[in-house]
């Protein structure tokens, strides 16, 4: 009873180390910092327009999908087996777009000019919906519910 016990416990655990799991979820968690810095900066590095129109999605993650993902696909991973797994996924959670619009405005006295903008988009897709694309049907996906139920046995992150 106590070996069954055990197993389940241990099949409801992150199996990688402390260490690389807070290494991994740092790293992802600098990767988005670096993003949107790169937005808050984008009229500084951008300078020139007429106007600045920002459609931004929401720069988050859960960690626990992300670990329970990693744990998943790798079992008891180091941070330098996921590190492009991490770049991946974060390239298909977020795509970062600028484009020029030139508008025709008219002055007082009804003179067409030109009026340039640069819209920045954040298109934002939700780190679940590419997990759920990502795991096979059936054990993969399996294992991973386990891991969202339990939180990997480790409640180490608060997340909201």
């Known amino acids: 009873m106590l070996s069954g016990f055990q197993s389940s416990y241990i099949s409801a655990s992150y199996m990688a180390n402390e260490q690389d799991i807070c290494n991994s979820d740092l790293y992802y968690t600098e990767m988005e910092t670096d993003l949107q810095m790169d937005i808050d900066q984008t009229e500084e590095n951008y300078p020139g327009y007429d106007e ?3 459609n931004i999605g929401e720069i988050s993650h859960n960690p626990y999908e992300l670990m329970g ?5 790798f079992n008891a991973f ?5 590190q492009a797994e991490l770049a991946r ?3 298909e959670q977020y795509t970062l777009t600028r484009e020029v619009i ?3 405005r008219y002055d007082s006295d009804g003179d067409p000019y030109d009026w ?14 590419i997990i759920s694309g990502t795991l ?5 996906t ?3 519910n386990v891991y969202q139920q339990t939180l990997g046995n480790r409640q180490a992150y608060r997340y909201s």
């Open 116 to 129: 340039y903008v640069l819209q920045t988009t954040l298109t934002v897709t939700p780190l679940s919906t």
């Open 102 to 104: 030139v508008e025709t």
């Open 89 to 91: 996924l974060f390239g």
């Open 142 to 144: 399996d294992r991973y």
């Open 136 to 140: 096979s049907p059936g054990e993969q």
């Open 69 to 73: 993902y990693l744990s998943t696909m």
């Open 78 to 82: 180091t941070f330098e087996q996921v």
């Open 52 to 54: 600045y129109r920002y």
